[in-house]
T-cell receptor, first 117, second 109 residues
Framework: GAGVSQSPRYKVAKRGQDVALRCDPISGHVSLFWYQQALGQGPEFLTYFQNEAQLDKSGLPSDRFFAERPEGSVSTLKIQRTQQEDSAVYLC???????????????FGPGTRLTVL | GQNIDQPTEMTATEGAIVQINCTYQTSGFNGLFWYQQHAGEAPTFLSYNVLDGLEEKGRFSSFLSRSKGYSYLLLKELQMKDSASYLCAVTDSNYQLIWGAGTKLIIKP
């Protein structure tokens, strides 16, 4: 069965460029999370969707970060005018649960490693 | 503030037993997860504890004490493939996951 997929796996951007990172969750999974993970650190929450609704975006570090999930399946994380501090691995995770998603197992994609030069 | 503490790095010998501790201070508690993450790969689910006590799953066991804000992950009969980072994460009162920085476990032959 297909797991969570993310593309691209690696992205190198010049400072100031816009990037778009894609996440394909497991089919039928209601909840979708985006995390940022720096080297040697745990995942840091960015944003959460329940179907197409973005219920929590409190972790987005600035207004340069934008996420969408228009049809309740595929999601895109967009970073505008990238900065060097945006360099990290961006993880996407999905969960079958809708309500109370935080008590259910999350299935993670392989991540996109973003390097901003 | 919310805080998850776990050791940065641990070393153990193949075939031995290792215990990775996690202490937490969060606004509310709705469960604690342990995930395994190999270098360059996605985290994968190991265990979930919401009640006090020990949950055993093969070579891995996880323990929780809510009154002490404490959990540990116990790995028995260590294998080289167990070399990975082990992430502790707590679900708070808003059902958000708060993640620790992870413990890098190094297994030596």
């Amino acid at each position: 069965g297909a797991g969570v997929s993310q593309s691209p796996r690696y992205k190198v951007a010049k400072r100031g460029q816009d990037v778009a990172l894609r996440c394909d969750p497991i089919s039928g999974h209601v909840s979708l999370f985006w995390y940022q993970q720096a080297l040697g650190q745990g995942p840091e929450f960015l944003t959460y969707f329940q179907n197409e609704a973005q219920l929590d975006k409190s972790g987005l570090p600035s207004d340069r970060f934008f996420a969408e999930r228009p049809e309740g399946s595929v999601s895109t994380l967009k970073i505008q005018r990238t900065q060097q501090e945006d360099s990290a691995v961006y993880l996407c995770a999905s969960s079958l649960a809708g309500e109370l998603a935080g008590v259910f197992e999350q299935f993670f994609g392989p991540g996109t490693r973003l390097t901003v030069l | 503030g919310q805080n998850i503490d776990q050791p940065t790095e641990m070393t153990a010998t193949e075939g031995a037993i290792v215990q990775i501790n996690c202490t937490y201070q969060t606004s509310g508690f709705n469960g604690l997860f342990w995930y395994q993450q190999h270098a360059g790969e996605a985290p994968t689910f190991l265990s979930y504890n919401v009640l006090d006590g020990l949950e055993e799953k093969g070579r891995f066991s996880s323990f929780l004490s809510r009154s002490k804000g404490y959990s540990y992950l116990l790995l028995k009969e260590l294998q080289m493939k167990d070399s990975a980072s082990y992430l502790c994460a707590v679900t708070d009162s808003n059902y958000q996951l708060i993640w620790g920085a992870g413990t890098k476990l190094i297994i030596k032959p």
